[in-house]
C-alpha cells in the first residue's frame, strides 16, 4: 500500500519543497510526542518510520517525486475504480433482469453515497440502461451451525490483511489454497525469520509478524486450517448476500436474468449453484420478492458487456469498439479503453484488471514513472537513486526484463565505479601520482566530475604532483655540483611521486653512497669480506668495486689495485699469504658511475693460526699435534688450570716442537687448557703471534670398552638394551644400519662419532636404554659409546633384526647321539639355522665354538622335524645347548633373527639316561576335595622341574600347546602329591602333564614323562 504523505503533512499535493519541509519539521515532534499515547502509538510511530521515505519522495530529485506522484495517484484511482466497481456491479445485478425501475434507481444512488461517489458517476454507469416498470413470496431450513472462527478473532484477521492489503492469510504467504501444510509451514518460518532479522521496530515489521502468526495458528494444523477455510466460505456467503440483498432491496420480483447474474457472482465467490439457488430463495423470502420460474436466461438475454473509462468513468458497449477498426477510445472523453501490458507488451481491456501473465493494470502507471526516474538518474550518473527505482520496479513486476536488464548495468558500472576508485586510493596511497592521475581520470568519467571527494581527490593529486616536479627540477640543476644534494632532491621527490621518470632517471645519474661497516676476518690461506649495502635510492642495484694495497693504508678511493666485482656484499680474496700485511677499500658502482668515496680498513696482519689441531690423553700426560702454517717462525704453547689462556704470555710454557708437544707429570683426571699459537716475524723483525687456538685435555687411563648391550623385545613392540654400568662416565647408544668402521676400545670425539650416522638413543640410566621404534625391515646395530673426559669410547655391538625368532623348540632323544628337534616356523622365514654347543649357550648363531647347521622349510616339513647328531662331549657328562634362528631375506639382505625369543632354546641332556617322571590323577574320597596328582621319578629322588596341566574337553593333548593350561606346578622333588583346583573336573576332560613352556630352557632338567594310561590320558 502506498501512504499519502500529503495527508500525512496536510499539505496540497502541489506544495513546493518550502511548504513541504516547514510541515515536517513542525510535525516531527508531534508525532513523536504522540507515540507515548497507547491509543495513538502505532500510528504515530508508522509515521516517524515513514520520515526517511517521505523525505526520498518529496525532498528528492524531481523525478523522484514524479514517480511517487504516479504511485499515489494509481493507488488513489485504484481505491476510487474499486468504488466504481463496485457501484457498476451492483448496477448490473439490478439490471439483470433487463433494466432499471425507479425503485432501482434510488437504491443505486443511496449506494452510491455510501460509496463515497457522486450522482454524475452513478448517472454515467446506468446511462445505457433502458427503464422498467415496477413488478409484484418458500420456507427454507436454517443451516446447521458451522464450526468456524469466531467473529472476533475473523474481525482481527480482517483488520491484519487490510492493513498489509491481502486478501487472506494465503494470499498473505503467497501460496494457493490448496498448498500443502509443509510448505505453508516452511513459507511462514521463512517470513518470520526475515521480518525477525530487521533490528527496527516498524508498523510494518510488527504488521507482518502479526500476519504470520495468525497464519501458523490458523493454517499449521489439518482441523485448524478447514476450520479457516470454512470461515472463507462463510465470509464469500456474506459478500454474496450483501449482493442479493442490495438486488432484492425495493423489488417485487426476481426475474431470470437477475438470478443468472447472482449465480455467476455466486461462481465468482466460489459458490456452488445450488447453495446460490437456496440463498437466493431464503432471501426471496425474507424479503416478500416473488422469483420467476424456468431456467436461467439463455446467452442472447444476458446483460451487455459495458467498459467503463478510466479517465471520466463513463461507460460504453465493448460490441461497438470491439468491431471499430483502430483505437477502441471512449464514446465520451476520447480516452483510451485499453491498456498494454509493460511485462509481456499484451493489449487488455480495461475492465480486464490483470494481464495472462499476472500483471495488474493498477500498476502500470507507477512502474512506468519509475522506470522513466531510473533512466534519468542513470544518465545524470546517481546510480544508487537509480538502482533503487530500478528496484521498485522488479517489486511492482518481478519479470520485467527492461529493469532486470537496468539492474545488471547499474550494478556493473557501481563496480566498474568501485574499481576506478580504489585503483586511484591504491595509487595515491603508494605514491604513484602519474597513475593515480590516469585512475583519477577514468573515475571522474564514470560519475559527476563535480562531486566534491572528486575535486578534493583531484586537488591532492595534483598539488603532490606539482610539488614533486619541482624538487625534480631542483635536483637536476644540482647533479653537476653537488650530487648528495641532488640525490636528496631526487629522493624527496620520489618520496611524493614514486613513479616520476625525470626522478628516477636522474637519481640513477647520479654516484651512488658507497658501502659502510667494512670487516675483514683472516681464515687460514684467505680473507673474507663483509660489508653493508649502502641505503636504497630507488634507482637499481648495485655493485661494489674491492681494491687491495699492500703495507699501507688507502690514501684515496682510486688508490691500490682492482681486484674484483661483486654482485654481493661479500668477497673472499684468496691470493693471499700468511704473515702480509694488506688495505682493502670497496666502492659502490652503478652502471658506469662509481661512487666518489670508499669505505677502507688496514692495514691488517694475516697471521694464521696452527690447523688440524689433535689431542691424545693418557696416563699423566697429553699429547698435542698440529700443522704449522708456512710463514710462521715458530709455535708457542701454554698450558693453564681453571680458564683457557688470554694470549701467549698467559701460563706456563709448554716445550714444543714444529708439529708436536708433550706435557708430561699430569694429575689424572685433571682439566687442562691449551694454546697453540704461531709466532710471525714483521718486516722491522717484532715476532707477532697468531690468534691462537686453545684446546682442553683431561689425562686419564683408556676408558675399557663395554660389552655388547643385551637385547630384549617387550610386549608392546619397544625394544630394551642392557648392559653393565660403567664405572666412570655415561653411556650414549648409537643405531647404524652397519657396525661402525672403528673398533672396540677407540676414542673418538663428539664430531667423529656424530659423523657416522644413524640414530642416538635417550638413555634415561646408567645401564638400559629403550628404543622405542626398532627398525621394521632389515639389520640394525646398536653400538655403547662411553663418554668420559670429552672423548667416546666405542665398545662392542649388537646386530638385532627385524626378523622373528621361532619358538616352541622341543627336544626329543631317540638314541644315543641322535635329537629330534621340533619349533614353530616364522613365516617370512626360508631356512632355519641350528646351532648346538656342548657346555654353555651358544654366541649368536655365528659362535666359532657350536655345531650351526641350515634346515631348509621344504626339508623340514617333509620329515615333520629335524634330526640332529650330537657327538660325545669330552668329560662325557655335560648337556648341549640348542638355539634355534630365523633366516629370510629383504631387499637382497640375508636375515638372521636376533635370538630373542626364549621358547627357541632348550637344553639336551648327556649320555646319561634322563629322568623319567611319571604322575597319576586321584580322585578325593569326598566330593568337596577335588583331584589331585602325584609324582614319582626314576631313579628315585630326583628333581621334577616345573610342570603344567593341559586339557581339552574332546581329545588327548599331544603337547602343551594342545589344549588349555589350567594349572602350573612348581619344581619339585620324588613323591610330591599337588592338590588342584575344586573347580577342575578330570571326570569330563582329557588331561596330560608337560614340562612349562614358559620356564627358561636353560633351567630346565632333562626329563622324561610317563603319561598314565588312563581313560583321561591314554591317546
Not at 92 to 110: E, I, N, P, S
Not at 335 to 357: M, N
Not at 383 to 411: D, F, I, M, S
Amino acid at each position: 500500500m502506498v501512504a499519502d504523505y500529503y495527508a500525512m503533512l496536510g499539505v496540497d499535493p502541489g506544495a513546493d519543497h518550502v511548504t513541504i519541509a516547514a510541515a515536517l519539521a513542525r510535525l516531527q515532534p508531534v508525532w513523536s510526542s504522540g507515540t507515548r499515547n497507547p491509543k495513538n502509538k502505532h500510528t504515530f510511530q508508522s509515521y516517524l518510520d515513514q520520515i526517511p521515505a517521505l523525505r526520498q519522495a518529496l525532498l528528492g530529485e524531481p523525478t523522484a517525486r514524479a514517480a511517487y506522484d504516479a504511485e499515489l495517484g494509481a493507488a488513489r484511482r485504484i481505491e476510487r475504480d474499486r468504488k466504481l466497481d463496485r457501484l457498476q456491479h451492483l448496477v448490473q445485478l439490478r439490471a439483470a433482469k433487463g433494466g432499471l425501475t425507479v425503485a432501482d434507481r434510488a437504491l443505486l444512488r443511496d449506494e452510491a453515497v455510501r460509496l463515497g461517489l457522486s450522482h454524475d458517476d452513478l448517472d454515467r454507469l446506468v446511462e445505457p440502461i433502458p427503464p422498467k416498470p415496477e413488478p409484484p413470496g418458500e420456507v427454507d431450513d436454517p443451516d446447521p451451525p458451522v464450526d468456524a472462527i469466531d467473529p472476533v478473532t475473523r474481525r482481527q484477521v480482517r483488520v491484519a490483511l487490510d492493513h498489509l492489503g491481502r486478501r487472506d492469510l494465503y494470499d498473505a504467504l503467497g501460496l494457493e489454497r490448496a498448498a500443502p501444510l509443509d510448505e505453508i509451514a516452511a513459507r511462514a518460518d521463512s517470513e518470520r525469520r526475515r521480518w525477525m532479522q530487521k533490528t527496527q521496530v516498524t508498523a510494518e515489521k510488527t504488521a507482518w509478524l502479526e500476519v504470520v502468526s495468525l497464519a501458523q495458528s490458523h493454517l499449521g494444523s489439518p482441523e485448524a486450517r478447514a476450520r479457516y477455510d470454512r470461515t472463507l466460505v462463510l465470509e464469500a456467503e456474506d459478500e454474496l448476500n450483501a449482493s442479493i440483498a442490495f438486488v432484492l432491496k425495493g423489488a417485487t420480483r426476481l426475474d431470470a436474468g437477475t438470478r443468472q447474474a447472482l449465480i455467476d457472482e455466486g461462481e465468482r465467490l466460489g459458490i456452488a449453484t445450488d447453495r446460490v439457488d437456496r440463498l437466493l430463495g431464503r432471501a426471496c423470502r425474507a424479503s416478500g420478492v416473488a422469483r420467476d420460474g424456468g431456467s436461467a436466461p439463455s446467452a442472447a438475454v444476458r446483460p451487455a458487456r459495458l467498459l467503463r473509462c478510466r479517465a471520466c468513468g463513463g461507460v460504453t458497449d465493448h460490441a461497438s469498439v470491439a468491431k471499430a477498426k483502430g483505437a477502441a477510445d471512449c464514446r465520451h472523453c476520447g480516452a483510451s479503453l485499453q491498456w498494454t501490458c509493460p511485462v509481456c507488451q499484451r493489449l487488455k481491456w480495461v475492465d480486464e484488471p490483470r494481464c495472462g501473465c499476472g500483471f495488474p493494470a493498477e500498476k502500470r502507471e507507477p512502474l512506468v514513472r519509475h522506470f522513466e526516474a531510473a533512466q534519468h538518474a542513470y544518465r545524470a550518473r546517481e546510480y544508487l537513486a537509480a538502482l533503487e527505482h530500478l528496484q521498485r520496479v522488479q517489486e511492482l513486476a518481478p519479470n520485467h526484463v527492461g529493469a532486470r536488464k537496468g539492474v545488471t548495468k547499474v550494478q556493473e558500472r557501481l563496480a566498474e565505479l568501485d574499481k576506478a576508485r580504489s585503483v586511484w586510493e591504491a595509487a595515491y596511497a603508494t605514491g604513484k601520482l602519474l597513475a593515480a592521475r590516469t585512475a583519477l581520470q577514468s573515475w571522474a568519467a564514470l560519475t559527476d566530475p563535480t562531486r566534491p571527494e572528486i575535486k578534493q581527490a583531484w586537488e591532492k593529486t595534483v598539488q603532490a604532483l606539482r610539488d614533486a616536479q619541482a624538487l625534480a627540477k631542483r635536483a637536476q640543476a644540482l647533479e653537476a655540483t653537488d650530487p648528495k644534494s641532488a640525490r636528496a632532491h631526487y629522493r624527496q621527490a620520489l618520496a611524493l611521486a614514486s613513479d616520476l621518470p625525470e626522478a628516477i632517471e636522474g637519481l640513477r645519474r647520479c654516484p651512488p653512497d658507497p658501502p659502510v661497516e667494512l670487516h675483514a676476518e683472516f681464515q687460514g690461506d684467505r680473507v673474507r669480506l663483509r660489508w653493508s649495502a649502502p641505503p636504497s635510492d630507488g634507482s637499481g642495484n648495485l655493485r661494489y668495486v674491492v681494491r687491495r694495497k699492500p703495507h699501507t693504508s688507502f690514501q684515496h678511493p682510486r688508490d691500490g689495485i682492482a681486484i674484483a666485482e661483486t654482485d654481493a656484499p661479500e668477497y673472499v680474496d684468496t691470493r693471499v699469504n700468511p704473515g702480509e700485511v694488506i688495505s682493502y677499500a670497496v666502492l659502490s658502482k652503478r652502471g658506469e658511475t662509481e661512487s666518489v668515496a670508499a669505505v677502507s680498513l688496514g692495514p691488517i696482519y694475516l697471521l694464521a693460526d696452527v690447523t688440524d689441531v689433535r689431542v691424545e690423553t693418557r696416563a699423566h700426560e697429553v699429547e698435542l699435534t698440529w700443522s704449522t702454517p708456512a710463514k710462521a717462525q715458530q709455535v708457542r704453547v701454554v698450558r693453564k688450570r681453571g680458564a683457557p689462556p688470554a694470549g701467549p704470555n698467559d701460563g706456563e710454557r709448554v716445550e714444543a716442537l714444529a708439529h708436536r708437544a708433550v706435557d708430561t707429570d699430569l694429575v689424572e683426571d685433571q682439566v687442562y687448557h691449551y694454546g697453540v699459537y704461531a709466532l710471525y716475524r714483521l718486516l722491522d723483525g717484532r715476532l707477532v703471534p697468531s690468534p691462537g687456538v686453545v684446546v682442553t685435555a683431561q689425562p686419564h687411563a683408556p676408558v675399557p670398552p663395554l660389552d655388547a648391550p643385551v637385547l630384549h623385545v617387550e610386549p608392546n613392540g619397544r625394544l630394551r638394551l642392557s648392559w653393565p654400568a660403567p664405572l666412570r662416565g655415561t653411556v650414549k647408544v648409537l643405531r647404524t644400519t652397519r657396525p661402525l668402521p672403528s673398533p672396540p676400545g677407540t676414542p673418538l670425539e663428539a664430531a667423529q662419532a656424530h659423523a657416522f650416522g644413524g640414530e642416538w638413543l635417550d638413555v634415561t640410566a646408567l645401564d638400559h636404554a629403550d628404543d622405542p621404534s626398532p627398525p621394521v625391515l632389515g639389520v640394525c646395530y646398536y653400538t655403547p659409546l662411553t663418554n668420559w673426559a670429552g672423548l667416546l669410547t666405542v665398545g662392542h655391538t649388537a646386530a638385532y633384526s627385524c626378523l622373528p625368532d621361532p619358538s616352541d623348540l622341543r627336544a626329543h632323544r631317540v638314541r644315543n647321539g641322535r635329537v629330534h628337534l621340533r619349533w614353530r616356523w616364522c613365516p617370512q622365514a626360508t631356512e632355519s639355522l641350528v646351532v648346538a654347543k656342548a657346555g654353555s649357550p651358544p654366541q649368536g648363531p655365528r659362535d666359532p665354538d657350536a655345531i650351526v647347521t641350515a634346515v631348509h622349510e621344504g626339508d623340514y616339513h617333509r620329515h615333520g622335524h629335524y634330526a640332529l647328531d650330537l657327538p660325545a662331549t669330552d668329560n662325557g657328562t655335560n648337556a648341549w645347548h640348542v638355539s634355534v634362528y630365523s633366516v629370510g631375506s629383504a631387499e637382497g639382505e640375508t636375515l638372521i633373527s636376533p635370538g630373542l625369543e626364549p621358547t627357541a632354546r632348550t637344553v639336551v641332556p648327556g649320555p646319561h639316561p634322563e629322568v623319567t617322571v611319571a604322575y597319576t590323577f586321584q580322585r578325593g574320597r569326598f566330593p568337596a576335595r577335588g583331584w589331585s596328582v602325584q609324582f614319582k621319578t626314576e631313579p628315585p629322588g630326583a628333581a621334577i622341574p616345573p610342570l603344567v596341566l593341559v586339557t581339552h574337553p574332546r581329545t588327548v593333548p599331544l603337547a602343551a600347546d594342545d589344549g588349555s593350561i589350567v594349572t602350573h606346578f612348581p619344581a619339585a622333588t620324588d613323591g610330591a602329591t599337588v592338590p588342584l583346583d575344586g573347580r577342575i573336573d578330570l571326570a569330563h576332560q582329557r588331561a596330560r602333564i608337560f614340562p612349562d613352556p614358559h620356564a627358561e630352557p636353560d633351567t630346565l632338567t632333562p626329563i622324561r614323562l610317563r603319561h598314565p594310561q588312563t581313560a583321561t590320558a591314554r591317546v
